[in-house]
């Protein structure tokens, strides 16, 4: 009875399966079939290309008579908008998230000192960011090895190498004005009076599939830059008429990429300011550092710090301040000032007395050492 009950169901389905595919045949033979076009559906639109990424940077001030060095990693990121009329505009050129520096001063009588501050800024790095999209040459063949030179008003400004889905471009950027659109962020220094001695940029592209350099496959980059006269007009460290160079070079690897919404964008732009730590992850393809760059890096960080504190001398006015012992009449007028606000005036009054004897007092020296 089970095997017969089977046998009729079986049946059953057989035949609703042919009269299934028989009206499907129809439909389609009839002249009414109409083919809908294929539609995408995102439940989340990502338009924003957030890029991380691992630098060393090797910068040097040098005057006549002393030199600062200093050797930094750190982690920095972009966010990249897909045009400029996008809304959120996001940044280009990179952003500081966490960093650990290590400077060595060295003077004409061969003092030799290292720490991890300085108070002066003397690094190219934080202008030299991302590369807008560009074309590759047609001379670039997609498939094999092939290579191009572009010239400019007096040398070669661009050289390109292809090898499949490999390309790698290095730009002379004082060569041509032209070659001044690989580094936008650097652009304006042109105009002031910098004096560039060499700008070289070299950029590593991966996965390029058609003749379009994109942002998106970009796996690092490297540049070089020797300047005269960085910082006196920006950062006024220097005396005037006093020579000094300046030198930079760095190395940006590549981390990760992500697209992000505007939401999540916003979100990583507090991160830098909200002040927690975060860690920095050197990448397997950089090199092992130099010997003399180990060297000063083992012995910044066997600075003992707590030591060097407490051998600083006391200022007077704060650890050794005097109590005094005011009567009844003096903490009855105390009170009286404190309601009235007049400790608060007199406190603005002093500062303003204070400060006004420190700029006379500065601009006394600054008179003494340009005439010395």
């Not at 079939?33 to 630098?55: C, D, F, G, Q, T």
């Not at 406190?347 to 020296?365: G, I, S, T």
Request: glycine fraction near 4%; proline fraction near 5%.
């Amino acid at each position: 009875m089970l095997v017969r009950t089977l046998s009729v169901s079986l049946l059953l389905l057989f035949s609703a399966i042919a009269q299934g595919r028989d009206r499907k045949t129809a439909v389609a033979g009839s002249s009414n079939h109409r083919e809908l076009p294929e539609v995408m559906i995102s439940a989340n639109k990502r338009n924003l290309l957030h890029i991380l990424a691992y630098v060393r940077e090797y910068s040097t001030l040098t005057n006549y008579s002393d030199t600062v060095f200093m050797f930094r990693e750190k982690m920095v990121d972009y966010m990249l908008p897909p045009d400029s009329k996008f809304r959120y505009r996001g940044w280009r050129t990179p952003r500081l998230i966490s960093s650990r520096s290590y400077y060595r001063f060295t003077d004409h009588n061969g003092l030799d000192s290292v720490s991890d501050r300085c108070n002066h800024h003397f690094s190219w790095s934080d202008w030299i960011g991302i590369p807008p999209t560009s074309p590759v040459p047609d001379a670039l063949l997609p498939d094999g090895s092939s290579n191009e030179t572009v010239m400019g008003r007096y040398e070669a400004t661009e050289t390109w190498f292809r090898d499949n889905d490999h390309v790698q471009l290095s730009v002379n950027v004082l060569a041509d004005t032209t070659a001044r659109k690989w580094a936008p962020g650097i652009s304006n220094f042109f105009s002031d009076d910098i004096d560039f001695g060499r700008f070289i940029l070299r950029f590593d592209y991966r996965n390029v599939l058609g003749n379009i350099l994109q942002p998106l496959d970009l796996n690092a980059y490297s540049f070089e830059i020797q300047t005269k006269g960085r910082g006196h007009n920006m950062f006024m460290f220097h005396r005037n008429g006093q020579s000094f160079d300046v030198s930079t070079t760095a190395e940006v690897y590549i981390l990760d990429k992500e697209f992000l919404s505007t939401k999540d964008a916003k979100k990583w732009e507090h991160i830098a300011s909200s002040g927690l730590p975060v860690d920095i992850y050197e990448p397997a393809s950089a090199p092992d550092l130099d010997p003399d760059i180990a060297m000063l890096v083992e012995r910044v960080n066997h600075i003992d710090h707590d030591s060097i504190r407490l051998g600083l001398p006391t200022d007077k006015h704060i650890g050794h301040r005097p109590v005094v012992k005011r009567n009844a009449g003096q903490q009855i007028l105390q009170r009286l000032k404190s309601m009235f606000g007049l400790d608060y005036v007199n406190a603005n009054r002093k500062w303003n007395r204070q400060w006004k004897d420190f700029r006379k007092e500065r601009m006394r020296r600054n008179d003494n050492s340009r005439d010395n």
